[in-house]
């Protein structure tokens, strides 16, 4: 399998402006979770979905931040309007969980926004 | 509210040493916890995955611990290389709120050889 898949890697965009970011978890997986990581706060969880169905999603900042998974193959983490405070690290992952036991998460290589 | 705690924030040994990394959490109230490898400007590697119902997990030159009763894991890498040199990161998976992880800000671990 080619593991957790986002895209883009990197993102530069101007305040204001709307940014989607893409995820494409393992196959197999019905868990999904979008993280954000910055140096002041570390790694925190956004939203994370089970069968493509949002469960959590207190993490998200504002109402400028929203996530859809409109299959188990793909999900979108959209920000609009975008700000520079959003500049951070976006980090998509997945797992599953058979017997009440939960697997390990496995990360994608994250993208970088930067907004200016 | 679970918090996860990392210390040294940052660490520096020559190769070959012997090192500990140490993670503490607030609640002991966990389904497992997890210790990953971050390299820079990549994602996360899991390295050692620890249910509450063990104490300890190895992997090669890694071997982790788990204490749920006082809140504490730590991470053990015997004979250090080079190559070792990244941030390490602790997460904890809370008992009652569902599967997301629960970070600690990492420890950087820079190995000279």
């Known amino acids: 399998d080619a593991g957790v898949i986002q895209s883009p890697r990197h993102e530069v965009t101007e305040m204001g402006q709307e940014v989607t970011l893409r995820c494409k978890p393992i196959s197999g997986h019905d868990y999904l979770f979008w993280y954000r990581q910055t140096m002041m706060r570390g790694l925190e969880l956004l939203i994370y979905?089970?069968?493509?169905?949002?469960?959590?999603d207190s993490g998200m900042p504002e109402d400028r931040f929203s996530a859809k998974m409109p299959n188990a193959s793909f999900s979108t983490l959209k920000i609009q309007p975008s700000e520079p405070r959003d500049s951070a690290v976006y980090f998509c992952a997945s797992t599953f969980i058979r017997d009440r036991v939960a697997d390990t998460q496995y990360f994608g290589p994250g993208t970088r926004l930067t907004v200016l | 509210k679970q918090e996860v705690t990392q210390i040294p924030a940052a660490l520096s040994v020559p190769e070959g040493e012997n090192l500990v990394l140490n993670c503490s959490f607030t609640d002991s109230a966990i389904y497992n916890l997890q210790w990953f490898r971050q390299d820079p400007g990549k994602g996360l590697t899991s390295l050692l995955l620890i249910q509450s119902s063990q104490r300890e997990q190895t992997s090669g030159r890694l071997n982790a611990s788990l204490d749920k009763s006082s809140g504490r894991s730590t991470l053990y890498i015997a004979a250090s290389q080079p190559g070792d040199s990244a941030t390490y990161l602790c997460a904890v998976r809370p008992g009652q709120a569902g599967t997301a992880l629960i970070f600690g800000k990492g420890t950087t671990l820079s190995v000279s050889s």
């Open positions: 979905f089970n069968n493509n169905v949002p469960i959590d």
